[in-house]
């Protein structure tokens, strides 16, 4: 008998090929999907946040909306991980929303681990305020913030247990498009300093301060049928083109939802996904003037323009995308909870705002400020007892086929998020910040220039804690990452 080598190490070598890929195929699931939308638009009048001076809305220029997704991976029919993230149109997570959705959801769908919820802020700062005391307002007539909180758990919470029963057998795509939206704010001087917002017609102007992301990543959700359900776009741009005003307004999200749903249907679910972008803006900071003349020109205000460039992005990704839909794929959702090293404050800041706190005591109009400043006075005085302790965060890391997603609770300078994004072994990395409180993450070189934003009441985590925590997530990414190749 003749024995051909290369014949009998096919033989050996094809059971060990069938066992590699079936186990590789395990890891996949049939993925299930669910979205809806839901008006979050308070009673008026309400007060706004995000700005130092209290804002009291009695109109409402475009209604502010929480949508949600949920992702749910199945194995032989058995659930096997899921997700359920919901993007709610207000300046930050805080004053117990989250804490409030996940009791009023656990009541109506015991079968759910609430920590798998997850929601994240656009940041627009003509939402209704969440905490009770940031403001001087009056004792009627308007709703209160705890009144809005209740408000707002309920709508979103009943929008979950809705998205969550009307989970279907679906597709999945990503994409990558580009859009202009976001400047960087921090101009930089000549004797070192920066400022937001600075002057750039002077003398000393040397330059804005740090990196912009155009890059918008984008996700695609669609039924057994092609029907398109829901989309994610994560752009590295808070919403603020309008931040001053004193009426409800969703932002740029407003006109991008409108847009996308008068081609793909009044149901599309858009959720705003904001990514690294504490030190970003979609304002000009340069070229104002002849920026103006042309939204003037294509008759076009300014949340059109942005608008009109985050949907031209978005179909930009979507070309590529639909090509590639994805019903059998891995997905696996992590939460676990970090620790992050507080910004330390330094006896010339105890001193300092202790001298400039005295001016803002008898001026109710200046309580937004006192109490910002009144909070650093507080962290000092734990530092010097030994009492105070790291930030805890929750971070979430999902990997769905080749892309990953991750949140945090900051406005984290854009620096980080390209760290994560580089250092991700993902094909795409969804980062989503402001599922939290809020504060700045700042650089050290913002530090350095000082300024809003990266000045120690903008700081309760500094350029440390914001190295930390990159760490910590490109850790959680490698780590699904290995588990099993895309």
């Known amino acids: ?55 009291i809305a009695t109109t409402v220029e475009s209604d502010i909306l929480a949508t949600v997704l949920v992702l749910e991976s199945r194995e032989a029919g058995q659930g096997n991980d899921y997700a359920i993230m919901v993007s709610c149109d207000l300046v930050c997570i805080r004053g117990g929303i989250l804490e409030a959705v996940r ?44 009144e809005y909180v209740d ?15 009307s989970r279907v057998k679906g ?34 102007f040397r330059g804005i301060e740090g990196y912009e992301d155009h890059g918008l990543e984008v996700l695609f959700c669609w039924d057994e049928n092609d029907e398109l359900l829901a989309t994610a776009i994560n752009v590295a741009c808070p919403a ?49 003037k002849a920026e103006e003349r042309m939204q003037k020109l294509l008759g076009r205000t300014v949340l059109e323009t942005f608008a009109d460039r985050v949907v031209s992005g978005w ?49 109710p109009s200046k309580q937004w400020i006192k109490n910002w400043k009144q909070s650093v006075l507080d962290r000092y005085k734990e530092q010097q007892a030994g009492t105070e302790k790291p930030y805890e965060m929750e971070l979430h890391s999902m990997r769905l086929g080749d892309v990953a997603i991750v949140t945090n609770d900051f406005e984290l300078f854009t620096n980080f998020g390209t760290q994560m994004k580089s250092r991700s072994p993902a094909l795409q990395t969804f980062v989503i910040q402001l599922c939290g409180p809020g504060s700045y993450v700042p ?38 990452f290995t588990k099993s190749k895309p």
Do not use: C
């Open 151 to 165: 408000f707002a758990s309920t709508q979103i919470a009943n929008a979950i247990v809705e998205a969550w029963n």
């Open 171 to 204: 597709k999945v795509a990503w994409g990558l498009g580009h859009a202009v939206v976001a400047q960087n704010r921090r101009v930089l001087y000549a004797d070192g300093s920066a400022k937001m917002y600075g002057n750039r017609a002077v003398e000393n």
């Open 1 to 55: 008998m003749n024995y051909n080598p290369r014949r009998i190490l096919f033989i050996y070598l094809v059971p060990f090929l069938l066992i590699a890929v079936n186990a590789t195929r395990t890891e996949a699931a049939e993925l299930y999907i669910g979205s809806t939308t839901t008006n979050i638009t308070p009673e008026l009048p309400v007060s706004l946040t995000g700005q130092m001076r209290t804002r």
């Open 240 to 288: 603020q083109a309008v931040e001053g005003r004193s009426a409800v307004n969703a932002d740029y999200w407003h006109p991008v939802r409108e847009m996308l749903r008068e081609k793909y249907g009044e149901n599309l679910s858009v959720l705003g996904w904001i990514g690294a972008a504490g030190d970003q803006v979609p304002r000009m900071m340069y070229r104002k």
């Open 443 to 480: 650089t050290e070189r913002a530090v350095g220039g000082g300024s809003y934003s990266a000045v120690i009441e903008s700081n309760l985590v500094g350029p440390a804690g914001g190295q930390v925590l990159t760490e910590e997530t490109v850790t959680s990414i490698n780590e699904l």
């Open 315 to 363: 179909e930009e990704a979507y070309a590529g995308a639909e090509q590639e839909k994805h019903a059998d794929l891995v997905f696996e959702h992590r939460v676990k909870t970090i620790e992050l090293p507080k910004q330390q404050v330094s006896e010339e800041d105890y001193v300092r705002i202790q001298k400039e706190i005295k001016e803002y005591e008898k001026d």
């Open 103 to 146: 009791e009023k959801v656990a009541t109506q769908l015991q079968e759910i681990d609430v920590r798998k919820i997850v929601l994240n802020a656009t940041h627009t700062h003509t939402a209704p305020t969440l905490i009770e005391g940031r403001y001087a307002l009056p004792e009627t007539g308007i709703t209160h913030p705890r």
